[in-house]
């Protein structure tokens, strides 16, 4: 071989393995863990994962071309382009396509890619039940099912859905289940694809084809995703390295039913519930660029709550108080600091793609970029909200920070425009009073609160108030007659809404008046309606009852 022609083949091979190399997927994978052993408070992490496409197959699950559920419907109209988007983009990089819209290979009979599935000849050893629904995986035993979907999930006004049904009746459908092909708007490739709804075909396939690396995309999360001969349980206990396509799902939820969350906030509970007992997640954008796919009637701002405070508990009260007054309206997200090393807030980076924050935190001082992205957070001018130690969130009581970290001790005057300087004794029972001005006050006319409510924990001393402030509430304890501000608004220099209450210890969440002034804050801060208080009351009472 002269020299020239072994030039040329070396170059050709190099670009041959180029190309291989640029087909490779760089996933992004999420997965949730406890804080520490056993407990139930989880934080998110994510890794990364080089998958060849070859090895990797994408599951699209029951993008049927009509439902028995309307607003179903409507969504999987807006979700179907993002998923064939998807698909093709996986099907051009070298991945199997497996279409399987359940109880539709009738229609099918002499599609190609049907017959090409038929044809794939069962393996002999295949995954125990692998041709069942599976309801549950050991995993998720000890875990608590986030969403009461025993009545089936329809989230349709009455009156819509019966002319709906009516419509589907007379187009000669079954309204129960009217679905009859995969939806048009996903293309099915004839040449190359598969067609199939069963377990021991689709797990064959993906045995004759080895492939290890297996994408669910598809609806719904909570019911055929999961649980199909063919879903997340089934491909997890086979031992196939298997992930949900978060953002190309929906849910069979009604906010009617328990946790009364908003319908999309169902979505986010289940994925949580995946992401922490049966796989990881990944998003659509790691694929096909840009943005994660959101639902167009999705316009819950995204609420951050920072936690890292070892006084008052509010790693267990706030999510509770989230779960309760906030599920409606906001995407909440909590970033837990590490029992292991309190000084990194696990998730922190959310904070750059948040629209709001909430901190409660105590003391700390953080890795130089985090703490950067509060401060370029809170130089956006977008909302912020406290609660008790948020005064002194990011101030050391002595000594200077490590190499590498960083403190903000003008956050409580930058921030909240207030002044802490200690507290008072925890024997000395605190005194609420509205402030006369205030009374007229968004906040203070839709929280409800009257002169019976008792503020738990010491007294803060948090005056004076900066100019742009704007006084709500006060409390004094005896033998001291200077009332200290307890509640207030204020307008930061960049421009942004501020609320910040130095009430939030734990008897202060056992109380129905400060939750109902806490979500009204950080409503008002927010810009949105504030909730009323029959509307906080119902809403107690029904999370109350645990949905029974």
């Not at 906010?255 to 994925?271: C, M, R, S, V």
């Not at 609420?303 to 008052?312: G, H, S, W």
């Not at 101030?395 to 300087?421: N, Q």
Request: proline share 6%; aromatic share 8%; glycine share 6%.
């Amino acid at each position: 071989m002269t020299v020239f022609r072994f030039f040329v083949l070396v170059c050709v091979l190099s670009m041959s393995f180029s190309g291989l190399s640029a087909q490779e997927l760089e996933l992004q994978l999420r997965n949730q863990h406890p804080i520490s052993e056993g407990a139930d408070r989880f934080y998110r992490e994510t890794h990364n994962e080089t998958w060849q496409p070859a090895q990797t197959a994408v599951i699209v699950c029951d993008m049927w071309d009509a439902h028995h559920c309307v607003n179903a419907v409507r969504r999987g109209a807006e979700l179907a382009p993002r998923i064939d988007a998807f698909v093709r983009a996986m099907r051009s990089r070298g991945a199997t396509i497996i279409h399987a819209p359940s109880s539709c290979m009738e229609y099918y009979a002499q599609h190609p890619a049907r017959l090409r599935a038929q044809a794939t000849p069962l393996v002999e050893s295949m995954p125990a039940d692998i041709e069942n629904w599976c309801n549950q995986i050991p995993a998720e035993e000890a875990a608590t099912y986030p969403l009461d979907q025993s009545a089936g999930g329809e989230d349709d006004d009455p009156d819509e859905h019966r002319r709906w049904a009516q419509r589907l009746e007379a187009s000669g459908r079954n309204p129960r289940s009217p679905w009859q092909a995969q939806t048009a708007a996903i293309a099915i490739d004839p040449k190359q694809d598969y067609l199939s709804d069963s377990g021991p075909e689709i797990w064959s396939i993906l045995a004759e084809r080895g492939i290890s690396n297996v994408i669910l995309a598809g609806v719904h999360t909570n019911m055929c995703v999961l649980g199909r001969p063919f879903g997340l349980r089934r491909l997890v206990m086979g031992g196939k390295n298997v992930v949900l396509a978060r953002d190309l799902t929906d849910t069979m939820y009604d906010p009617q039913a328990w946790p009364y969350a908003n319908h999309f906030t169902g979505t986010d509970l289940i994925i949580s519930h995946i992401e922490r007992y049966v796989c990881p997640t990944i998003s659509s954008d790691q694929v096909l660029g840009g943005q994660e796919f959101r639902y167009a009637s999705d316009r819950r701002p995204r609420l951050v709550m920072l936690i890292a405070e070892d006084e008052y508990k509010t790693e267990t009260t706030l999510p509770v108080f989230a779960a309760k007054h906030l599920s409606h309206n906001f995407r909440v997200t909590t970033c837990y600091a590490r029992e292991s090393d309190p000084s990194k807030l696990v998730g922190i980076e959310d904070v750059a793609s948040a629209d709001a924050l909430l901190v409660s935190v105590r003391r700390r001082a953080l890795p130089t970029r985090d703490l950067e992205l509060v401060r370029e957070f809170a130089a956006r001018g977008k909302p912020m909200i406290g609660i008790r130690t948020a005064s002194h969130a990011f101030s050391l009581r002595k000594g200077e920070p490590p190499t590498g970290f960083d403190v903000w001790p003008e956050f409580d005057a930058e921030v909240w425009g207030g002044s802490y300087s200690g507290h008072h004794a925890n024997n000395l029972s605190t005194t609420l009073e509205l402030d006369a001005s205030a009374m007229a006050h968004p906040i203070v006319a839709a929280a409800g609160l009257t002169s019976g409510f008792k503020p738990g924990g010491s007294l803060y001393n948090t005056a004076p108030l900066l100019p742009g402030t704007e006084l709500l509430l006060v409390g004094s304890v005896p033998n001291d007659e200077t009332p200290q501000p307890l509640a207030w608004t204020f307008v930061r220099n960049d421009g942004g809404r501020s609320f910040y209450t130095s009430l939030g210890h734990i008897d202060d969440f056992a109380q129905a008046e400060f939750e109902t002034l806490l979500s009204a804050a950080i409503h008002w801060a927010c810009d949105l309606e504030l909730p009323a208080l029959a509307q906080v009351e119902t809403q107690n009472t029904r999370y109350a009852s645990g949905g029974s």
